[in-house]
C-alpha cells in the first residue's frame, strides 16, 4: 500500500473526517496519514484503542514514535497519559495496550536503524519556553537528524519559516490557516524539503506536535 508516499510533494489529511478502519488487532483502529508497505511499513497513523484492547508482543525492528493523543497508554514500562511523547528505538520490544482506551499518534520505520536512544516524556505541567513573535515551544527529542516539538500559537499569530528539511505538523488543539487551508485538531500537513511554511494561528491560537529535519534522510521501505 502507498499513500502520501511521494515525500517530494506537500500532502495534507484532514484526520477526523476518516472512517476509523479496524486493525488485525481486536478493539485497535487506524486512521492513516502515509504509509508505505502493508502491515509491516514505513507508517504515520493516527491510533485508537478501545477500553480493555491489547496488542500481542512485539519487536520495533525500524522503531516506533508515538504522542499520546488522549486516554492512557500502558506497556510494561509504565503507564502514559496524554501527552505523553515515546520512542521505542530499533529493535525495542514491548506489549502495548489501554485499560480506559487511548488514541495515539504513531510513526513506524522512521528511525536511523542505528539510534537506540530511548525517550519516554510525560509533557504535562512542562514550561513552554518563549521562541520568537506568537510561539512558545516545549523541546520533546533533538540530535543531528531530526528535531521534534509541541508549540503554542497566539491567536493570529503570523508563522513564517522556511524549513530547508521539510517540516511535518499535527494540530493538537485550537486551529490555523496555511495556503488558504484550514487546519483544526486532528489536520496533519507534511511540507517536502524546501517548502515555506506561512501559517496564521486561528483565534483561539493553537498547539502543534512539529518535527523537522528527518524529511531529508532517504525514504525507508521495511523489508517485505
Not at 39 to 54: D, F, L, Q
Not at 108 to 135: C, K, M, S, Y
Request: aromatic fraction near 8%; glycine fraction near 10%; charged fraction near 20%.
Amino acid at each position: 500500500m502507498e499513500l502520501n508516499a511521494d515525500f517530494t510533494r506537500r500532502a495534507v489529511v484532514h484526520s477526523a473526517g476518516l472512517n476509523w478502519v479496524s486493525s488485525p488487532m481486536a478493539g485497535v483502529e487506524r486512521r492513516m496519514l502515509d504509509r508505505i508497505g502493508g502491515e509491516v511499513a514505513r507508517a504515520t497513523t493516527i491510533v485508537r484503542y478501545a477500553p480493555g484492547s491489547n496488542f500481542s508482543p512485539h519487536i520495533h525492528d525500524g522503531g516506533e514514535e508515538f504522542l499520546v493523543l488522549d486516554g492512557v497508554f500502558s506497556d510494561e514500562h509504565g503507564d502514559y497519559p496524554a501527552g505523553s511523547y515515546i520512542r521505542n528505538p530499533p529493535t525495542s520490544r514491548h506489549t502495548p495496550g489501554s485499560a480506559p482506551g487511548c488514541v495515539l499518534f504513531v510513526k513506524l520505520w522512521q528511525f536511523d536503524l542505528r539510534d537506540r536512544t530511548e525517550i519516554r516524556l510525560h509533557t504535562a505541567g512542562r514550561v513552554f519556553a518563549a521562541d520568537g513573535p506568537g510561539v512558545s515551544a516545549l523541546e520533546l527529542f533533538q540530535d543531528a537528524r531530526e528535531t521534534v516539538r509541541l508549540e503554542t500559537w497566539t491567536p493570529g499569530a503570523t508563522i513564517q519559516a522556511a524549513p530547508v528539511d521539510g517540516a511535518e505538523i499535527l494540530v493538537l488543539s485550537g486551529s490555523f490557516d496555511e495556503s488558504g487551508e484550514a487546519f483544526v485538531a486532528g489536520s496533519w500537513l507534511r511540507l517536502p524539503p524546501g517548502a515555506p511554511l506561512r501559517a496564521t494561528a486561528g483565534p483561539e491560537g493553537c498547539r502543534i506536535w512539529i518535527k523537522t529535519g528527518h524529511l531529508r534522510a532517504p525514504v525507508a521501505r521495511p523489508p517485505l
